[in-house]
């Protein structure tokens, strides 16, 4: 299978820290991979050096055969490696669909040129991406009003407005009501499939990584400890160990039974 974005050796210390150690990964095209690890296992590094913003301190981040290592993240994005959630700006003084029209224009590179006529240009366009994310009926309310879980569904159709080859979302549930966090990975999943996005994410709830992932990778203390399916990860005595006293990579219904 092809790789859309590959790491090759990524390392990076901050003093005597190694938050990221020799971490080689490939995300194929369609798929929809998680990294997962405890606290402070240099997951958020690796998305940052994936994404422009912190440069490694070794090793190479492969776009497509291209090496982009270093790039900034303005060009890493215009690569077509987009981003959710951590860093979306959404204007809430706007409606939801003048947000994702922005986006497109940003996209289309023409904002300076209409600005003053935002709100009819794309406007098909975001409609369609806003049906996609399933927030069309909310397209004329303003986002200051929207529930948090619609927001991040906005932000998505914000992502997907740059069509993006690759989605990196680094904790995109965080702050979610355990329901709201299943539904915005069933949409994410859905948009895998359909769009033939690649997605890399991180997520805390187990339940969510072994529902809806691929694959998945773990992270300790910098390094790959492991890799493979939802089953290969929940029985794998490293991964165990690793989450032990930290939580269990059980859901909770299983480790009642564990
Ligand atoms: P995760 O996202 O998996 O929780 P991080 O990538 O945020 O982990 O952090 C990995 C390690 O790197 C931690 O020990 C953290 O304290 C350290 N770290 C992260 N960013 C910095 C920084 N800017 N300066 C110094 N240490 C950092
Ligand atoms: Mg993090």
Avoid at 32 to 44: C, M, T, Y
Avoid at 96 to 109: D, P
Avoid at 213 to 234: D, F
């Amino acid at each position: 299978m092809t790789a859309v974005l590959e790491t090759m050796g990524l390392t990076r210390a901050f003093g005597a820290i190694v938050a990221v150690d020799d971490v080689s990964l490939r995300l194929q095209k369609g798929e929809l991979l998680a990294l997962i690890g405890p606290n402070g296992a240099g997951k958020s590094t690796c998305f940052n050096m994936l994404m422009g913003q912190l440069k490694p301190t070794m090793g190479n981040v492969i776009l497509e055969g291209e090496t982009i290592t270093g790039m900034k993240p303005r060009d890493v994005w215009r690569k077509g490696v987009g981003r959710t959630f951590q860093i979306t700006a959404t204007y809430s003084s706007m409606t939801v669909i003048e947000n994702v029209q922005m986006a497109l224009m940003s996209h289309h590179r023409d904002i300076m040129r209409v600005m003053p006529y935002a709100h009819k240009r794309y406007r098909d366009e975001a409609l369609a991406l806003l049906e996609l994310v399933s927030m069309a009926d909310q397209a004329d309310r303003h986002c200051a009003v929207l529930a948090y879980g619609d927001l991040k569904r906005m932000e998505l159709a914000i992502a997907l407005a740059h069509s993006p080859k690759v989605l990196l979302m680094d904790e995109p549930t965080a702050g979610m009501a355990p329901k709201e966090r299943v539904a915005l990975m069933k949409l994410t999943s859905d948009i895998v499939a359909g769009q033939g996005v690649s997605v890399l994410f991180t997520e805390h709830d187990m339940d969510v990584v072994f529902a809806h992932a691929h694959r998945i990778m773990v992270l300790n203390r910098g390094a790959l400890i492991a890799q493979g399916n939802a089953s290969e990860i929940r029985n794998n005595a490293k991964v165990q160990e690793v989450y032990l006293g930290g939580g269990t990579v059980l859901s909770d219904g299983e480790a009642a039974h564990a």
